[in-house]
């Protein structure tokens, strides 16, 4: 027998696998009790830099003969492909050098960078409601006391799904059945880093006090040549007004109804498996769970609405149409699992985490670095009518 051809693997480092180990995950990747490895190759996957708690990202695809099933049980070649994902202590961020030393212990007692595993080794897969799914998990290896490797399935999202009106209205009312789900909080209670409203109210003492907030209040930011176009005189004083309420908001949404929430609920991390089709709504493969937890209800509805646009494929003022239908279908989420709360706190929870979470980071102070352009100025654009349907949905249910 031939050794496998293995490719690139020495990227993963720490986190890579023996051949093996390597065909025990091919085996489980196609769903065979066991194959013959023939080759196997890593490429990286890109990620933002300001994820903290992401140390690698891969894409392992290869092929290996499996004994099929069928008629003569015939042995053929198969190709199988998996994600490899290394989640880490914010410390080893390779951004960490522009956290001020005095903050970072905060950080890392804040950022509990194990979530995320805990999730996919607890039960929330098999209480998953209507609409949603976790990717399968092959292996989950920790692989010192700052780094975890999570080897997951490689989820075929529909090509070219877009994400149309039905795409997202389908999407907010998973979300509300997640928010719903008596099973889910018990999930949340039996996990041991889920996130709090303590951890997020750490975002707002955190970057929003040493980063965001005073680049708000100042006068640098609004003078830069891709903002001052995108920025009229009461889009800066309604952030500026934001600012100044930011630490009584996140008061305000600890103290309404704390619901099970995914925590990163954007578009980017709803892999879209089925499109909405006459009655049939769309079906998602949810990932990264890293802010897993209880939120204000209505907390999930701020990512869901603002992914898009904080990537740039969206514009912000599509946000008006779409947001009053996604607050619609949350709630008739949260009536499908059969809980109990009033609309007025959901349209509350959801304008001021949104307004805190969104609102303040609205305009992309970290990409005003760049070289001027085109497309940065397009981008700021878009994010600042995002701004505005924020403001807009605070002051509506202030």
């Known amino acids: ?12 480092g720490a986190a890579g696998a023996e051949p093996a180990d390597m065909a025990l995950l091919a085996a489980a990747a196609l769903g065979e009790r066991d194959v013959e490895l023939l080759g196997a190759r890593a490429d990286a996957i890109e990620f933002p830099m300001f994820n903290m708690t992401t140390g690698g990202l891969w894409r392992v695809g290869g092929t290996a003969r499996t004994s099929c099933a069928g008629a003569g049980n015939t042995v053929g070649v198969a190709r199988f492909s998996m994600v490899v994902k290394v989640i880490q202590s914010p410390l080893l961020w390779q951004g960490i050098g522009q956290v001020p030393p005095p903050f970072r212990a905060a950080l890392a007692a804040n950022y509990l960078w194990r979530t995320e595993a805990q999730v996919y080794a607890s039960a929330l897969g ?15 290896a920790e692989l010192d006391n700052q ?20 795409c997202f209205v389908d999407a907010a009312r998973f979300l509300g059945r997640l928010s719903g789900s008596s099973e889910a909080r018990e ?16 975002f707002v003492e955190g970057v929003g006090a040493n ?73 998602f493969a949810v990932i990264d769970w890293g802010r897993f937890g209880l939120a204000c209800c209505g907390f999930d509805l701020g990512q869901l609405l603002s992914g898009w646009v904080n990537q740039g494929v969206m514009g912000g003022a599509e946000l008006y149409r779409l947001g009053p239908l996604c607050l619609e279908a ?10 109990d709360v009033a609309e007025a706190s959901v349209r509350r929870g959801h304008a001021a985490s949104m307004a805190v979470f969104t609102g ?30 924020v ?8």
Not at 126 to 140: A, H, N, Y
Not at 330 to 339: F, H, K, Q, T
């Open 391 to 398: 403001l807009d949905l605070l002051a509506a249910t202030d």
């Open 187 to 202: 999930c949340v209670a039996a996990i041991p880093d889920a996130s709090t409203p303590g951890a997020l109210r750490f």
């Open 1 to 12: 027998m031939k050794a496998p051809l293995l490719e690139n693997m020495d990227a993963l």
């Open 330 to 339: 949350y709630c008739a989420g949260l009536a499908d699992a059969g809980a």
């Open 360 to 389: 303040l980071s609205a305009i992309p102070t970290q990409k005003l670095a760049e070289q001027d352009s085109d497309a940065l100025r397009a981008l700021v654009a878009a994010r600042a009518d995002m701004a505005r349907f």
């Open 211 to 283: 980063v965001f907030i005073p680049a708000i209040q100042g006068d640098s930011l609004w003078r830069h040549p891709a903002v001052a176009p995108a920025a009229d005189a009461a889009l800066v004083a309604g952030l500026r007004d934001l600012a100044d309420r930011a630490f009584a908001l996140v008061d305000e949404m600890t103290a309404l109804p704390q619901l099970p929430a995914h925590g990163d609920a954007s578009p980017q991390n709803l892999l879209v498996e089925s499109l909405p089709a006459g009655t049939a709504a769309a079906s």
């Open 126 to 140: 098999s209480v998953m409601p209507q609409g949603g799914r976790l990717p399968e998990v092959f292996k989950i």
């Open 147 to 166: 780094r975890t490797a999570i080897w997951m399935e490689d989820v075929a999202e529909v090509a070219a799904a877009g994400w149309t009106d039905r």
